[in-house]
């Protein structure tokens, strides 16, 4: 079945304890990216990746950190989390390119509580 | 990057027509206009996108004026289970994606 998987789905943390969120998709797809969600808001994109080493940053990267080293792999790195880093966090991937090969497909997404 | 203007929300009655609107006047040449939905809080899922034709899937509809500066997304016949917020967003090829806020669509009986 083709999917974007996240994991962990719900993560609670103190405040300065580093953490990974990992983010893998089984479609062969180029681009993948980051969104973090906020209560009544849309999402924000944080990072994206157009190829294994082709990171750029999006919206709001402060605080974050991404990788790419494996076309199926991108997670997501919090080296000192902070209270408002709490949010909910999606992961997605697309071919990307030209000619509407853009359709974007999103993971279950992470719950991150910051204490 | 273009970006979008959709009604913060809408209300449409079970079984009828719910039009989304949106605004996306910078669009560029060869920018697609795609719509996605979001059910609660999970993971958005996509709809239907389209250059400058007007599109038809199973699940909607999507109308682009020729201006290419607007577009609606119908649904011909809302459920109860299409009440959700729905995105609209001008995709470049270049991976960077701005959502706003999208419109809540309230569905009601």
């Known amino acids: 079945e083709a999917q974007v998987t996240q994991n962990p789905r719900y993560l609670i943390t103190v405040t300065g304890k580093k953490l990974t969120v990992t983010c893998s998709q089984n479609?062969?797809?180029?681009?993948m990216s980051w969104y973090r969600q906020d209560p009544g808001l849309g999402l924000r994109q944080i990072y994206y990746?157009?190829?294994?080493?082709?990171?750029d940053k999006g919206d709001v990267p402060e605080g974050y950190k991404v990788s790419r080293k494996e076309k199926r792999n991108f997670p997501l790195i919090l080296e000192s989390p902070s209270p408002n880093q709490t949010s909910l966090y999606f992961c997605?991937?697309?071919?990307?390119?030209?000619?509407?090969?853009?359709?974007?497909?999103f993971g279950p997404g992470t719950r991150l509580l910051v204490l | 990057d273009a970006k979008t203007t959709q009604p913060t929300s809408m209300d449409c009655a079970e079984g009828r027509a719910a039009n989304l609107p949106c605004n996306h006047s910078?669009?560029?040449?060869?920018?697609?206009v795609y719509w996605y939905r979001q059910i609660h809080s999970q993971g958005p899922q996509y709809i239907i996108h389209?250059?400058?034709n007007n599109e038809t899937n199973e699940m909607a509809s999507l109308i682009i004026t020729e201006d290419r500066k607007s577009s609606t997304l119908i649904l011909p016949h809302a459920t109860l289970r299409d009440t959700a917020v729905y995105y609209c967003?001008?995709?470049?090829?270049?991976?960077?994606?701005?959502f706003g806020d999208g419109t809540t669509l309230t569905v009601k009986p």
């Open positions: 997605a991937s697309s071919y990307g390119g030209r000619g509407g090969r853009e359709t974007q497909y």
């Open positions: 479609m062969n797809h180029e681009y």
């Open positions: 990746s157009m190829n294994v080493e082709v990171t």
């Open positions: 910078t669009i560029s040449g060869n920018e697609y």
């Open positions: 389209g250059l400058k």
């Open positions: 967003i001008v995709s470049t090829n270049a991976g960077k994606s701005t």
